[in-house]
């Protein structure tokens, strides 16, 4: 018994010192010199880490140098068996309200343990309600709409079935 | 305290901030080794400036007379003349007329008010504004006979009719000097982005990473842009002053496209810089 919780106890502090320890926002320059390499770049306001968080203020997504998108808040947290990213109040760009939905209040992507190959989505915002998924292994992402807002520009995309709009795509 | 300093309790404590710190040392080593230690930021591109406007002068030089100056005054409060009609829709119980205010086209319904005055009603030809309780009789304009005579209905419209009034597109027509793109062809491009590149190719020009302009890969013969005289290998130097160097620029002129009368193309046709003038209407 003392074996198994000295065990645990090692475990834990391993595990509790590396999410200490791990230079979160060198990881997002890590992603955001990555995303530059594909033109994308991410202007931010502010940086600021937590125990198990990385949170991102006033972010500005330019793509060729173009101002597309901006959004409030994006939260990293993980404790590495559960991850999420919180992107709050991603607002368009007005020029692209005729492709895209313009705003989407919250989006929360999460990646769990327990269904490792597999990232789940949930959204709202101008297009109404989302909930998905992108798996790895079947290489999919399938994305329905739960409540239908303004999805006219999108709509050419998407696909009906008994359950109502939904979003497919294999990559 | 007696058993803090007990030689087994230092070793634990001892082992601990040991391995806390190889901990450290391992992350410090991934951080130098393969993560990037610079925040990567946009750099605003200060070359982009407003599209600039020409302006019309009279065509005579004899400077204008006072009295202009008294009239453009009377603008900024509200003119009458600066609302065009465009299109009307009479019904028994409701009136819908398109109008054009400031290079903007907007529908009003009756009571709704645009530039100080309230829209009454509307004749077969005619909209009546009242604006201090004083009317205002505005005609339906003339250049809009083209584009009028589909969407003028003077009983209810069918869904049919209604999607008639959006079908004709403008076309590039050259009189003399100048060539004259009609706005609803312009509009037509600026809403479908997708359009643009079924008629022309555009390449960037780049030297290493840095890019330095776009140049025309081909334009579809019988395409509007075809009318415009822009030809394959043109490179676009600047639209209307804006010299096009990076896809900010660019988007900064697509942003803008819809409220510009005029348009100056300057472009690179071998040795060659020209400069193509276009009047939107």
Same mark, same amino acid.
């Given at each position: 018994?003392?074996?198994?919780?000295?065990?645990?106890?090692?475990?834990?502090?391993?595990?509790?010192?590396?999410?200490?320890?791990?230079?979160?926002?060198?990881?997002?320059?890590?992603?955001?010199?990555?995303? *530059?390499?594909?033109?994308?770049?991410?202007?931010?306001?502010?940086?600021?880490?937590?125990?198990?968080?990385?949170?991102?203020?006033?972010?500005?997504?330019?793509?060729?140098?173009?101002?597309?998108?901006?959004?409030?808040?994006?939260?990293?947290?993980?404790?590495?068996?559960?991850?999420?990213?919180?992107?709050?109040?991603?607002?368009?760009?007005?020029?692209?309200?005729?492709?895209?939905?313009?705003?989407?209040?919250? *989006?929360?992507?999460?990646?769990?343990?327990?269904?490792?190959?597999?990232?789940?989505?949930?959204?709202?915002?101008?297009?109404?309600?989302?909930?998905?998924? *992108?798996?790895?292994?079947?290489?999919?992402?399938?994305?329905?709409?739960?409540?239908?807002?303004?999805?006219?520009?999108?709509?050419?995309?998407?696909?009906?079935?008994?359950?109502?709009?939904?979003?497919?795509?294999?990559? | 305290?007696?058993?803090?300093?007990?030689?087994?309790?230092?070793?634990?404590?001892?082992?601990?901030?040991?391995?806390?710190?190889?901990?450290?040392?391992?992350?410090?080593?991934?951080?130098?080794?393969?993560?990037?230690?610079?925040?990567?930021?946009?750099?605003? +591109?200060?070359?982009?400036?407003?599209?600039?406007?020409?302006?019309?002068?009279?065509?005579?030089?004899?400077?204008?007379?006072?009295?202009?100056?008294?009239?453009?005054?009377?603008?900024?409060?509200?003119?009458?003349?600066?609302?065009?009609?465009?299109?009307?829709?009479?019904?028994?119980?409701?009136?819908?007329?398109?109008? /054009?205010?400031?290079?903007?086209?907007?529908?009003?319904?009756?009571?709704?008010?645009?530039?100080?005055?309230?829209?009454?009603?509307?004749?077969?030809?005619?909209?009546?504004?009242?604006?201090?309780?004083?009317?205002?009789?505005?005609?339906?304009?003339?250049?809009?006979?083209?584009?009028?005579?589909?969407?003028?209905?003077?009983?209810?419209?069918?869904?049919?009719?209604?999607?008639?009034?959006?079908?004709?597109?403008? /076309?590039?027509?050259?009189?003399?000097?100048?060539?004259?793109?009609?706005?609803?062809?312009? +509009?037509?491009?600026? +809403?479908?982005?997708?359009?643009?590149?079924?008629?022309?190719?555009?390449?960037?020009?780049?030297?290493?990473?840095?890019?330095?302009?776009?140049?025309?890969?081909?334009?579809?013969?019988?395409?509007?842009?075809?009318?415009?005289?822009?030809?394959?290998?043109?490179?676009?130097?600047?639209?209307?002053?804006?010299?096009?160097?990076?896809?900010?620029?660019?988007?900064?002129?697509?942003?803008?496209?819809?409220?510009?009368?005029?348009?100056?193309?300057?472009?690179?046709?071998?040795?060659? /810089?020209?400069?193509? /003038?276009?009047?939107?209407?």
């Amino acid at each position: 018994m003392q074996m198994v919780k000295k065990s645990a106890f090692i475990i834990l502090a391993v595990w509790f010192s590396v999410l200490l320890f791990m230079p979160k926002a060198e990881l997002y320059y890590t992603l955001e010199k990555t995303l *530059a390499e594909q033109d994308i770049k991410l202007n931010e306001q502010s940086i600021n880490e937590g125990l198990f968080s990385l949170s991102i203020k006033d972010v500005t997504v330019y793509v060729k140098g173009i101002a597309l998108a901006h959004v409030e808040e994006l939260d990293f947290f993980t404790l590495l068996f559960y991850s999420s990213l919180e992107v709050l109040n991603l607002q368009v760009d007005e020029a692209l309200h005729a492709k895209v939905p313009a705003t989407t209040k919250e *989006a929360v992507f999460t990646h769990s343990l327990l269904s490792p190959l597999s990232v789940s989505v949930d959204a709202n915002g101008s297009f109404g309600t989302v909930e998905g998924q *992108a798996n790895v292994l079947d290489k999919e992402v399938r994305i329905d709409f739960v409540e239908v807002g303004n999805i006219g520009m999108i709509q050419p995309y998407l696909k009906k079935d008994e359950k109502g709009w939904f979003y497919e795509k294999s990559f | 305290m007696k058993n803090l300093f007990k030689p087994e309790m230092l070793k634990v404590l001892i082992g601990i901030l040991t391995f806390l710190l190889v901990l450290k040392l391992v992350w410090f080593v991934v951080q130098i080794t393969w993560l990037s230690a610079l925040d990567i930021d946009q750099q605003e +591109d200060q070359s982009s400036k407003s599209l600039y406007y020409r302006v019309k002068l009279t065509p005579n030089n004899i400077a204008a007379p006072q009295k202009v100056v008294h009239q453009t005054t009377k603008k900024i409060a509200g003119s009458i003349k600066e609302i065009k009609l465009l299109a009307i829709y009479n019904a028994s119980d409701i009136a819908v007329v398109t109008v /054009e205010y400031r290079h903007k086209s907007k529908v009003l319904g009756s009571g709704d008010i645009i530039n100080g005055f309230t829209l009454e009603g509307a004749g077969s030809n005619f909209a009546m504004f009242s604006k201090n309780s004083k009317n205002y009789k505005v005609m339906l304009a003339k250049n809009a006979k083209s584009t009028s005579t589909s969407s003028i209905v003077k009983t209810v419209p069918t869904p049919k009719t209604r999607v008639k009034t959006k079908k004709p597109l403008g /076309e590039v027509t050259n009189e003399g000097d100048i060539r004259i793109i009609d706005r609803s062809l312009l +509009d037509h491009y600026a +809403d479908n982005m997708e359009e643009i590149y079924k008629n022309i190719g555009i390449a960037e020009i780049k030297k290493g990473k840095d890019l330095q302009g776009f140049k025309i890969n081909f334009v579809r013969k019988d395409s509007p842009f075809a009318k415009l005289g822009i030809r394959r290998n043109d490179v676009v130097k600047s639209i209307n002053g804006q010299e096009i160097t990076s896809y900010n620029a660019a988007f900064g002129v697509y942003k803008n496209i819809k409220n510009v009368d005029n348009l100056s193309l300057v472009i690179m046709r071998g040795k060659e /810089e020209m400069e193509l /003038e276009y009047e939107i209407n």
